[in-house]
């Protein structure tokens, strides 16, 4: 299984295409959708109100077959949809504990070209480890992790409890390949989500987006650092529809057979600060 893709609902759809093409580097392949490896297309921009839209997870056919019995077990509403609309096999419609729309699809479209980027020159660590990683709002953590676990076949990867200045955070992250985690909660965000992640091939590339970032004005939400669980170095910044996007490299993988969760008391070892902590008073 693998984070297939994403769709946001936007307010502006000029200011998504330069994010996502200059910014962040995927290739636009027409009718507002974006690629960034082998898939066809891995982003998708509509018309909405600056948010997460829908979110694809992908499965084999056997997964989803038994994903689709435990939602059928547990009699919770699964609406089967066009799948041509999305270039899939199968496709199937549930909303989660918190209401974020979800697809659960299989078969989507490869593409027959290379991907390419003039921006993002040595492309994303993707492919069958899905195109990155989401934290989606949770207001009953307990009841999405039953969901995400007994439902959908996500493996418990570690948490992270602690204080980060001045606000508690209780982070449960997930697996359903060989990333350490493809989904992330940890209590009520603002949006449906509160960032999506992106992982390209080498330590230059993140300066070279942080670069970019800077130059297309975006503000920068949480500066370079390093997480203790995935150890992704990183770092956050806002998209044009004012949810956050982390950019990475160097995320660790996790092998079931030897993987023991465990509980991480910091969110960083260094950094990942709100870059307006170090600010004077005066220029806040
Ligand atoms: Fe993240």
Redesign the pocket.
Known sequence: MQLGFLEFGVRDEDAWHAFLTDVVGTIAVGGGRYRMDGHAWRFGVVEGRDDLETVGWEFTEAELDVALGHLAGADIEVLEADPAERGCHRRYRVLDPAGVPLELVSGLTRATEPFESPVQRSGFVADDQGLG?L?VTAPDPAGSRHFYEAMLGFRFSDRIACSFHGHDVDLAFFHANRRHHSL?FGGQQRKRLH?F?VEARSMDEVGLAFDRTMKAGLPIMQTLGR?PN?R?F?F?AQTPSRFQF?F?WGGREVDDDTWTPSTHDRISEWGHHPPQVFWPEESK
């Open positions: 990683h934290v992330a960032h992640m997480h995935d992704m990183s956050y982390e990475g």
